[in-house]
C-alpha cells in the first residue's frame, strides 16, 4: 500500500536502513525535493550510499554529501565540484550498461529516488524528463520513492504504475532547467564544418550545450530530419516547428523523435507536454546496438576534451581533474560509423584555456574514452578531419590540419615517427 505525504512530513528513516545503496534519478528528472530529504536526514539514518549519472540542481556538494557516499559515471554537470573535493566515486561505464549493472547488483538499489508526474485517469505516471535507467532502478529496489510533481509534464513513453510507489511526495515546483549555453565564434565554426554531414532525411543524435545547439540553428534548410538520441534541448523545438524534425524517413519509430533525457528549459517542457510526437525510453532502447543498427544516416555528435595524433578520444579527465564522463559516446560513435549513409562526429575546439593548449595532442593527458578503432571524424573550427579507414601516418597529417595553427609544427615533430614508421 502506498504511503502518501507532503515535503515536510516525508521521514526517510521509516523506508531506508542503515547500509542502503540509493539510485537517484538524474539530470531534469532529479527529484529534488527527495534529494533534500537526503541531505537532511541521511545522518541520522548512517551508512548510505547513493549514485546518480549527472545532476544540473546544485544540490550536491562537499559539504551536503558528507553523511553518504555519492558516486556518479562521471563530473558531469554541477557534479565536478565533488570531483575536485575528492568526495565523488567514479563509476566507468557506457550509458548503455548503467541499467544492466543496477539489474545485476553491481551499482547498487535498495532504494529509488525518481520524480514522475501525476498519474492519468489508469493511475499510471509517466517518468515526465527522464526515462534512461529509472525503469532498472525500480524493477531493483526494494523501496520505490516517487516525487510526484504537478510540474512535471506528463510525456509519452514509459509508465511507472502508482501500485509501484511505495512513498507517493506531492510536490509542486518547477523541475530542474539548464538554460542554452551561449554561442561563440568557435562554437558556431565548429557547427558550420558539423552540419555539412548532416543532409536531408538523416538521423541525428546529439547532447546538450554551445555546439550542438549552433549546430541545430544550421540545419533549417533540411528536409525530414528524424531524432533518434539519448538526450535532447531546448533546440529540438525550433526545428520541429520549423517543419524540419518530421521524422518521416526513420525506417523505425516513425514520425517520432525517439530519446532518453529532456534536458532544456520550461520551453522544452511544455512542448513535450503530452506530445505524441515524441518518445520517452530507457537506454535499452535508445542505446541499443541492435536498434541503433537499423537506423541509415545516422549521425551522432558527440564532445572531447582532447584527440590524440592517432585519433583516441579522451572525455574524462585532463591531467589530475576530472572533467567529464564516458556517457553515451562509444554507443553512438560505433552506431553512426556504421550506419549506411552515416558518420560519427567528435566535435571540439582546437584548443582550451584562452589558447594555451592544445586540444590535439601527441598524447592523451586522460583516459582512452573512445577507441581510435571506432573513431570516424574529428571536427574542430579549422575543419573536419575523416579518420575511418586512414592509416596511422595519415590520421596525423589530418588531424594537424585541424589543429590550431600555432601548435601544427610542434605536432609535426611529434608525428614525425608515427609517419616515418607508419605506427
Do not use: W
Not at 374 to 386: L, P, Q
Amino acid at each position: 500500500m502506498t504511503f502518501t505525504t507532503d515535503a515536510a512530513g516525508l521521514d526517510l528513516s521509516r523506508f531506508l536502513r542503515p547500509g542502503d545503496h540509493v539510485a537517484i534519478g538524474q539530470a531534469c528528472g532529479e527529484p529534488t525535493t527527495l534529494v533534500e530529504a537526503l541531505i537532511a536526514q541521511g545522518q541520522d539514518i548512517g551508512d548510505l550510499s547513493a549514485f546518480i549519472a549527472t545532476s544540473f540542481s546544485g544540490l550536491f556538494t562537499p559539504e551536503t554529501a558528507e553523511s553518504f557516499a555519492l558516486s556518479s559515471m562521471g563530473a558531469i554537470g554541477a557534479l565536478r565540484s565533488m570531483t575536485k573535493a575528492g568526495k565523488l566515486g567514479i563509476v566507468p561505464a557506457h550509458v548503455s550498461q548503467i541499467g544492466p549493472m543496477i539489474a545485476q547488483g553491481l551499482i547498487g538499489c535498495d532504494v529509488a529516488f525518481v520524480q514522475v508526474s501525476p498519474a492519468d485517469a489508469d493511475g499510471q505516471h509517466s517518468f515526465g524528463l527522464i526515462s534512461d535507467h529509472v525503469r532498472a532502478m525500480i524493477d531493483k529496489a526494494r523501496v520505490v520513492i516517487a516525487e510526484i510533481n504537478d510540474q512535471v509534464p506528463y510525456s509519452f513513453g514509459e509508465r511507472l504504475p502508482a501500485a509501484r510507489i511505495d512513498c507517493a511526495v506531492q510536490v509542486s515546483r518547477p523541475p530542474v532547467e539548464v538554460a542554452p549555453a551561449k554561442i561563440g565564434e568557435t562554437d558556431a565554426a565548429i557547427a558550420r564544418h558539423a552540419a555539412g554531414y548532416i543532409g536531408d532525411g538523416a538521423v541525428i543524435q546529439t547532447g546538450v550545450g554551445a555546439v550542438p545547439d549552433a549546430i541545430l540553428r544550421l540545419l533549417h534548410d533540411r528536409k525530414d530530419l528524424g531524432v533518434h538520441s539519448g538526450m535532447l534541448g531546448d533546440g529540438l523545438v525550433e526545428l520541429v516547428e520549423a517543419g524540419v524534425v518530421t521524422n518521416a524517413r526513420k525506417a523505425i519509430d516513425a514520425g517520432v523523435s525517439i530519446n532518453g533525457a529532456l534536458i532544456g528549459t520550461r520551453k522544452l517542457y511544455d512542448f513535450a507536454r503530452c506530445n505524441p510526437a515524441i518518445r520517452m525510453c530507457a537506454t535499452s532502447y535508445t542505446h541499443d546496438a541492435a536498434v541503433l543498427a537499423r537506423l541509415e544516416r545516422l549521425v551522432t555528435i558527440n564532445s572531447a576534451l582532447e584527440v590524440d595524433l592517432t585519433g583516441q578520444v579522451n572525455a574524462e579527465q585532463s591531467g589530475a581533474a576530472y572533467l567529464g564522463g564516458t556517457g553515451g559516446q562509444v554507443d553512438f560513435v560505433r552506431a553512426g560509423a556504421r550506419s549506411p549513409g552515416g558518420r560519427a562526429i567528435i566535435a571540439l575546439p582546437a584548443t582550451a584555456k584562452d589558447g594555451t593548449i592544445s586540444r590535439i595532442v601527441p598524447t592523451l593527458s586522460g583516459p582512452v574514452t573512445t577507441a581510435r578503432s571506432d573513431v570516424d571524424v574529428i571536427v574542430t573550427e579549422f575543419g573536419a578531419a575523416e579518420l575511418k579507414g586512414q592509416s596511422l601516418a595519415e590520421r596525423t597529417r589530418r588531424l594537424i590540419a585541424v589543429a590550431h595553427p600555432d601548435f601544427r609544427e610542434a605536432l609535426d615533430r611529434a608525428a614525425h615517427t608515427i609517419q616515418q614508421r607508419g605506427f
